[in-house]
């Protein structure tokens, strides 16, 4: 159990220093999608994101379907 913590962990570290480098290069907050932006308050609430809701949700619903 202490192993999948710490691999989620190292895993959350990866996804923080992506989008550092997203703010570096200036694409912080564009969906890697459709190239749109990701509203302020999915950025508050999962600062990692890289999809805008839209595309999230379709990128689940295609997942959850196949």
Do not use: M, W
Not at 1 to 23: C, F, H, M, P, T
Not at 28 to 50: K, Y
């Amino acid at each position: 159990k202490s192993q999948l913590l710490v691999q989620r962990g190292g895993d959350y570290l990866d996804y923080l220093n992506e989008a550092l480098q997203r703010i570096a290069n200036g694409t912080f907050g564009i969906c890697r999608t459709c190239s749109g932006e990701i509203g302020h308050a999915r950025l508050e609430a999962v600062p990692t994101a890289t999809q805008c809701i839209e595309c999230k949700s379709k990128r689940e619903q295609e997942s959850q379907s196949a």
